[in-house]
């Protein structure tokens, strides 16, 4: 009778371990931590933000000021814009920040076009560098 006894417990309690273990697992893979909602909208709010970097570098390199100061260092302002779709997202903030900073500096009268033009190269440069890296 207590063998009898003791099997019925070792059943209970495997039956109780492989409840709970296995359920608790079953339950926590299902369970979503991202909503498929909120990952389409980071992926619009990323493609929207790399668009705006695109374009604020585009805008800045289309620049008359831009134009000159590319050609007189012998650079091809066709193939700069077109290295800037090549540029990683951090880099292409990066640089639409300093290009935002520098057309901000030179409406306000705190660049000359010297100054423009030697960041504009700079940034052009550093364009060029990263693509060809890659």
């Known amino acids: 009778m207590v063998s009898w006894l003791w099997k019925y417990v070792r059943v209970v309690t495997a039956c109780l371990l492989c409840a709970v273990f296995g359920i608790s697992q079953n339950l926590v893979a299902q369970t979503p931590i991202v909503t498929q909602e909120e990952l389409q909208k980071a992926i619009v709010a990323a493609t929207q ?16 000021t831009a134009q000159k100061a590319l050609t007189s260092a012998r650079m091809n302002p066709q193939q700069v814009k077109q290295a800037v779709s090549g540029l990683s997202d951090d880099e292409l ?4 920040s300093r290009a935002s900073k520098a057309q901000a500096d030179f409406a306000a009268g705190r660049l000359d076009d010297r100054d423009l033009i030697i960041i504009l190269i700079a940034i052009a440069a550093l364009i060029l560098i990263i693509v060809a890296v890659r």
């Open 93 to 96: 903030a990066r640089l639409a």
């Open 49 to 64: 933000s790399r668009q705006q970097n695109i374009q604020t570098i585009q805008q800045f390199l289309s620049s008359p």
